[in-house]
Antibody, heavy 124, light 110 residues
Framework: QLQLQESGPGLVKPSETLSLTCTVS??????????WGWIRQPPGKGLEWIGS???????YYNPSLKSRVTISVDTSKNQFSLKLSSVTAADTAVYYC????????????????WGQGTLVTVSS | QSALTQPASVSGSPGQSITISCTGT?????????VSWYQQHPGKAPKLMIY???NRPSGVSNRFSGSKSGNTASLTISGLQAEDEADYYC??????????FGGGTKLTVL
């Protein structure tokens, strides 16, 4: 059974960089059928897609966050990571990692497996 | 990109049917059959309930069904049960190769 687990600091200071890692077990991150992504949810609010990455390193980002986001993949460790720079209190959220299944054209279209999420608070 | 539009809340009694709408544009919901629906209970991760407009993953009850007309997709839950009380989110692929969520709908089972 595929499992995803987020890890990283639960507290980040304003203006610093938020860094999280997602470890995938029970399946290979190098599978050609999937993308891997990050989604966040501020307390009491809705879901927001942050971005997705293919095992080859190809990425897609939410335009509203693109200037501050970097997603990378480490196939040797079966992990992918998120970096969000210049954080503010508005970036306080539960951050989820997820697997995305693709269509026949290779487009990432649905989040089919999710991690349990990790709360990151931005505060001094 | 603006979030897809969902009603903030819906409610129904046990055994009844409810429908949650998800409205977008021709660049997302209306342009592709790549709408999915997620159920989220408090403190839990979202769970995929419907993908590609109307397909159910293995293990999801057939009480859940999806459809689409124009720029609006819908999730229908029939035979409402107490355990269905949760937040529901739609998502769509977009013409920019990005993914967009709806604002979420809180379902209350009366």
């Amino acid at each position: 059974q595929l499992q995803l687990q987020e890890s990283g600091p639960g507290l980040v200071k304003p203006s610093e960089t938020l860094s999280l890692t997602c470890t995938v077990s029970g399946g290979s991150i190098s599978s050609s059928s999937y993308y891997w992504g990050w989604i966040r949810q501020p307390p009491g609010k809705g879901l927001e897609w942050i971005g997705s990455i293919y095992y080859s390193g190809s990425t897609y980002y939410n335009p509203s966050l693109k200037s501050r986001v970097t997603i990378s993949v480490d196939t040797s460790k079966n992990q992918f990571s998120l970096k969000l720079s210049s954080v503010t209190a508005a970036d306080t959220a539960v951050y989820y990692c997820a697997r995305l299944s693709t269509n026949d054209y290779g487009d990432a279209i649905v989040f089919d497996y999710w991690g349990q999420g990790t709360l990151v608070t931005v505060s001094s | 990109q603006s979030a897809l539009t969902q009603p903030a809340s819906v409610s129904g009694s046990p055994g009844q049917s409810i429908t949650i709408s998800c409205t977008g544009t021709s660049s997302d919901v209306g342009g592709y059959n790549y709408v999915s629906w997620y159920q989220q209970h408090p403190g839990k991760a979202p769970k995929l309930m419907i993908y590609e407009v109307s397909n159910r993953p293995s293990g999801v009850s057939n009480r859940f069904s999806g459809s689409k007309s124009g720029n609006t997709a819908s999730l229908t839950i029939s035979g409402l049960q107490a355990e269905d009380e949760a937040d529901y989110y739609c998502s769509s692929y977009t013409s920019s190769s990005t993914l967009l969520f709806g604002g979420g709908t809180k379902l209350t089972v009366l």
